[in-house]
């Protein structure tokens, strides 16, 4: 008995490491205006605090294919959090995040993703003067709009209110998820949850980031639902994408994407809070300190400029200290945005 002892723990060994290879993550890159494929795109993948940055561009028709083992080893895959960033000259970055239950085993196939151009001239709008940041408690309120998600059933005919729940509770679920991390961080909880205005809710990204410009928001959220039906139990499948507002010249970080699945056993209110408190409020705060940044620089007094980059920095400071093993991109973004900060501070 005693010599299977060895091969057994042999075995193990290699389970639990993750050795079995992950499938390729497949999926397009589209051009969001002019909906074609987008070819030349740069995608960079985080594991476990590690980046790695793939060898292959989109091709011609804006399709990628690769494989994460190429890339990274058995103990960088042994997580349960991947991170994708989409970058090319022109665009604003797409970032997706997926987490999976079986650790290093991601199935991430026929993945689309919307890369929005910059500075369009047609869509180009004025943003509204600077905050008076040396009277931060007047601050006005900052806004974040959403639009209803867009919806699909389990099948023709689906009656099942579900799907129609959603759209009514998430939103209210968003800013409750928001306003609490904000609140846990003691950072000013000054934001406004408003829907996109008929008129323009059905228009493409590059004239809803203009609208929510002239608005001086710090977001806007929209997303896709599914209602999928297996063995009689329903689940939600979610993608959401946080697109960010505020921009600097050299700093613009572009759009989050966010996949999630709620059962319906846990569509319920503590549920949806628990589940968004964590990653939209993160974003969020990094938001407002771009926002901060913004204004910071557009000042020509000294002091104020100061005060400005010193109360970002503090916001950024404040996430870091609450980051979990699932926010590599996240933590990356605020490390470039407090180098920014910094040079603009000795400058």
């Given amino acids: 008995m005693n010599r ?12 639990s490491s993750g050795l079995a290879k992950s499938e390729p993550i497949t999926g397009h890159v ?7 494929g987008l070819p030349g795109v740069s995608i960079r993948a985080l594991l ?29 895959m042994d997580t349960n959090f991947l991170n994708l960033e989409f970058s090319k000259a022109g665009y604003h970055k797409a970032t997706r995040m997926r987490s999976t239950q079986t650790r290093g085993q991601f199935i991430v196939k026929d993945l689309r993703v919307r890369l929005e151009p910059k500075n369009d001239p047609d869509t180009a709008v004025e943003v509204s003067s600077p905050t008076d940041i040396e009277e931060p408690a007047i601050t006005p309120f900052r806004r974040i709009f959403h639009r209803s998600y867009d919806l699909f059933g389990a099948g023709e005919g689906n009656t099942d209110d579900s799907l129609t729940n959603l759209n009514r509770r998430l939103p209210r679920h968003l800013r409750r998820g928001i306003i609490t991390h904000l609140q ?10 408003d829907p996109i205005p008929d008129e ?7 004239k809803l980031r203009a609208f929510a410009h002239s608005e001086d928001a710090l977001a806007v959220i929209l997303g896709e639902a599914e209602l999928t039906v297996s063995d009689g139990d329903e689940t939600i ?9 505020p921009l600097l010249p050299d700093f613009q970080p ?11 056993d846990d569509f319920s209110p503590s549920r949806l809070s628990r589940s968004l408190s964590k990653t939209w409020g993160g974003t969020t705060v990094f938001a407002l300190a771009l926002y901060e940044t913004r204004e910071a620089m557009k000042q020509d007094d000294q002091q104020k400029r100061q005060a400005g980059l010193k109360r970002a920095e503090a916001f950024l400071k404040a996430q870091k200290s609450v980051l979990g093993i ?13 180098d920014l900060i910094r040079r603009e501070g000795e400058s």
């Fill in 4 to 15: 299977f002892i060895p091969f057994l723990l042999l075995i193990l060994s290699l389970i």
């Fill in 30 to 36: 589209i051009d969001d205006a002019s909906g074609n």
């Fill in 48 to 76: 476990s605090g590690t980046s790695w940055l793939v060898s292959e561009q989109t091709d011609n028709d804006g399709a990628f294919r690769f494989d994460l083992t190429d890339g990274f080893d058995s103990a960088a």
């Fill in 184 to 193: 846990q961080l003691q950072l000013p909880a000054n934001i406004t949850f």
């Fill in 200 to 206: 323009i809710k059905q228009d493409n990204s590059i």
């Fill in 237 to 245: 499948e979610l993608a959401s994408e946080y697109r960010i507002i």
């Fill in 254 to 264: 572009g759009s989050l994407f966010l996949d999630d699945r709620i059962s319906k």
């Fill in 326 to 338: 699932d926010d590599d991109m996240l933590n990356q973004q605020i490390d470039a945005l407090l």
